[in-house]
């Protein structure tokens, strides 16, 4: 059961970082060319792996929360 804990945060973060490389790739292929192209490929790649990012955090956040109030629960 504690091998569980490890392995499914691992392939979230994973399957989401798979899905942000991914999304990047797609969007920034959709820029036009023109003078401002990589500047906006740029941004879009900060903004998709900063989202990821972001989106890991909160997981493991409430991971967190959810599983120390469950064994508050628990305990009681």
Do not use: H
Request: charged fraction near 10%; hydrophobic fraction near 65%.
């Amino acid at each position: 059961m504690k091998s569980l804990r490890i392995i499914v945060p691992l392939i979230v973060t994973a399957l989401l970082t798979v899905l942000a490389i991914f999304a990047a790739l797609w969007l920034t292929g959709l820029v036009p060319s023109g003078p401002w192209a990589d500047l906006l490929k740029a941004a879009i790649v900060i903004f998709i792996i900063g989202s990821a990012i972001i989106s890991i955090a909160w997981s493991a956040y409430f991971t967190y929360i959810i599983r120390t109030s469950i064994e508050k629960l628990i305990a009681k």
